[in-house]
């Protein structure tokens, strides 16, 4: 089994910045493309930023510029550096892995979630 466990949420004010990170543990083989989710009350869960094994990433229209997401082979480690916050990003983010334990199989995984609050 993998586990993943979020850590860095919280209050911050219009234009603060949080880092949200995702350990990964257990027995793992490899981490493949891992990502961030976000999902805010009454709305669709969506991609925030994406990063796959050869460290290519992808990025929310709405968040490009301003979040940047990087990896940690070596700490079984995601982040997600958040700039510039406004209002429209709080909700709920989750991250989530593919990986392969020692039994190769691909499989995916998903955090606790943490919770960001922008204020105005």
């Known amino acids: 089994q993998v586990h993943l466990v979020e850590s860095g949420g919280g209050l911050v004010q219009a234009g603060g910045s949080l880092r949200l990170s995702c350990a990964a543990s257990g027995t793992i083989f490899r981490l493949n493309a891992m990502g961030w989710y976000r999902q805010a009350p009454g709305k669709q869960r969506e991609l925030v930023a994406a990063i796959s094994s050869g460290d290519s990433t992808s990025y929310l229209d709405s968040v490009k510029g301003r979040f940047t997401i990087s990896r940690d082979n070596a700490k079984n480690t995601v982040y997600l550096q958040m700039n510039s916050l406004k209002p429209e990003d709080t909700a709920i983010y989750y991250c989530?892995?593919?990986?392969?334990?020692?039994?190769?199989?691909?499989?995916?995984?998903w955090g606790q979630g943490t919770q960001v609050t922008v204020s105005s």
């Open positions: 989530n892995c593919n990986a392969q334990s020692l039994d190769r199989l691909r499989r995916d995984y």
